[in-house]
């Protein structure tokens, strides 16, 4: 595991209110962070390695940045990382650390690591929560439900896994998919799961049929499991992903629909108690663009 030091820019020149994101980094903070170091399952999806970095990349940009009075304070619990191609080892112990941080914080933000993350967030939540209704929501250009190969689970397979766990309970709406991004037989499997989607195109019209989806998975669940693939964004806003989108859904949709989110757990008084940021790729990131738009998000995530 390699250790991070929450450091950044120092203006306490300007006074109490000049405070950034890594003066709330304390032991005992109401939220947690952990990171998943893994590029196994983007190996076995046949993409682009290098999101095994993506922990330490994200919190950089995000431990400078400023913050208003009432930012919460957070605990990092460091990065558990997948050793070799013992990802459902790794994967099972992500689970482990979220649910013992989730006995004591409100809330755990992953930071992946490919979407293979997103199983391990999910063994954790279901671990800490086993009689909860869940409903996932994930920002992806890609379902990521395909089905298990010769390769084994992988990032494009850990909604399927899911499901499989799940069984009629499984309730996940999928926002920001790419037609061309998704083979035919997903959106066959998708209409047969029952699976809610908004495709990428249409954001750019109108929110109201996102908003409405939103609303309708929190009114429906206890709690909220969300998950940002970094894909989901343009290429000139994401470059650094294993699989940069061609349309995508631009940064400031994303966050606006990320922010409906929290205040519809909010509203509706459920809950959000782990969310994860993933697929960067810091090897192909230009000028750390991507990992300082994750590390938006994640400023976004802990906030709220
Ligand atoms: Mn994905």
């Not at 000049?18 to 005992?28: I, L, P």
Request: aromatic share 6%; proline share 5%.
């Amino acid at each position: 595991m390699s250790e991070f030091h929450w450091t950044g820019r120092d203006d306490s020149e300007d006074g109490p209110a000049a405070r950034r994101v890594y003066h709330c980094h304390t032991a005992g903070g109401r939220h947690a962070i952990v990171g998943f170091e893994s590029d196994e399952g983007v190996r076995r999806n046949q993409g682009r390695v290098g999101a095994r970095d993506g922990p330490n990349a994200i919190r950089g940009p995000l431990a400078g940045l400023p913050i208003p009075a009432d930012f919460p304070t957070f605990t990092d619990h460091g990065n558990i990382a997948v050793l070799g191609e013992e990802l459902e080892q790794g994967q099972r112990l992500l689970g482990e650390a979220i649910v013992a941080a989730m006995q004591t914080h409100d809330r755990v933000l992953v930071l992946g690591g490919g979407h293979e993350t997103a199983f391990g967030s999910f063994l954790g939540l279901r671990g800490a929560e086993p009689d909860a209704q869940i409903g996932i929501l994930n920002f992806d250009a890609h379902l990521d439900i395909r089905q298990i190969g010769a390769n084994g689970p992988s990032s494009g397979t850990p909604f399927n896994q899911i499901r499989d766990r799940e069984g009629d309970d499984f309730d996940y709406l999928c926002i920001g998919v790419a037609v061309e991004s998704n083979t035919q037989a997903l959106f066959a499997r998708a209409a047969d799961w029952g699976v809610r989607m908004i495709m990428d195109y249409t954001l750019t019209e109108s929110l109201a049929d996102a908003r409405h989806e939103i609303d309708a998975l929190i009114e429906r669940n206890d709690i909220i499991y969300l998950t940002i693939d970094l894909d989901v964004l343009p290429h000139y806003q994401a470059p650094g992903v294993s699989c940069p989108a061609v349309r995508g859904v631009p940064f400031s949709t994303i966050q606006t629909l990320v922010h409906y989110c929290l205040e519809g757990v909010q509203k509706q008084e459920r809950r959000l108690p782990v969310c994860d940021i993933v697929e960067l790729n810091p090897h192909h990131d230009h000028q750390q663009m991507t990992a300082k738009t994750a590390a938006i998000l994640a400023r976004q995530l802990l906030a709220g």
